[in-house]
């Protein structure tokens, strides 16, 4: 028996690492893994069946790209280059050069969005009298956003947190005399960038290579992030405009 096969037959197996990894990194997936195993972030053993094991190293391995990802907001592209940098001896894991928890920015303007800030949050489940509370915006107010599809109820009839931004957003824009009427130009822009975004990673999401899922999704944060930096700068130069006339 070779080493590599012995190695193979005595590592860990997908479902162990998912085990080890999973009270730090809760969102963790048989998918994940696979998705980044696919990118070439990790590269388990093989048995002669075609299953993956683990190693050691290989489990240590992924948690460096999950906090990179969670805590440097990195794209897999820069983590795979340091991972690399790691291989080759260039660079040692754990350096203090980068610092954590820096917001990850896409390298094309100042002040843009992170894509990690479209990772959808933890479900919350708020009630209409608590959203009416927490926003102090009144019952008629709130249902002429629910009406122009500004603020919308889960199948429940429960908001999120998302709603709670919405309306008291509206509410602070109702101050300088917009009504909600006004606010449906934002909701249509809103919508056409988002079906831009889908066109683009709709065939990515229906590819039948691992991971292609994930990969998408991914794709979709970046484009949401890029799109609202560009929607921002765009109206920051047309109000400039607006005002020099």
Do not use: N, W
Request: charged share 30%; with cysteine; proline share 5%.
């Amino acid at each position: 028996m070779t080493a590599v096969r012995q190695r193979a037959q005595g590592g860990m197996s997908i479902g162990t690492v998912l085990d080890r990894l999973r009270p730090d990194f809760p969102d963790i997936t048989i998918s994940k893994i696979r998705f980044l195993e696919a990118e070439g972030l990790i590269s388990p053993e093989r048995t002669p069946s075609g299953y993956r094991r683990f190693s050691v190293a290989d489990s240590e391995r992924l948690r460096y790209v999950l906090t990179a990802q969670r805590d440097q907001y990195l794209p897999l592209k820069v983590i795979k280059e340091q991972l690399e940098a790691i291989d080759s001896g260039a660079a040692a894991v754990g350096s203090t050069e980068t610092p954590l928890r820096r917001p990850r920015i896409l390298s094309i303007a100042p002040g843009e969005v992170s894509p990690e800030e479209f990772r959808p949050d933890r479900e919350v489940r708020i009630s209409r009298t608590d959203l009416l509370a927490r926003t102090g915006t009144d019952e008629v107010f709130l249902t002429e956003l629910i009406r122009a599809g500004l603020v919308v109820p889960g199948a429940a009839g429960f908001f999120d947190e998302e709603a709670v931004t919405l309306a008291r957003t509206a509410k602070a824009m109702s101050a300088f005399g917009l009504e909600v009427r006004h606010l449906r130009a934002f909701k249509l822009a809103a919508d056409r960038e988002a079906g831009l975004v889908a066109q683009i990673a709709g065939p990515v999401a229906k590819g039948r290579d691992a991971g292609a899922r994930d990969r998408a999704e991914e794709m979709v944060r970046e484009l949401a992030a890029l799109s609202l930096t560009l929607h921002t700068c765009l109206v920051k130069t047309a109000v400039r405009g607006a005002l020099d006339r």
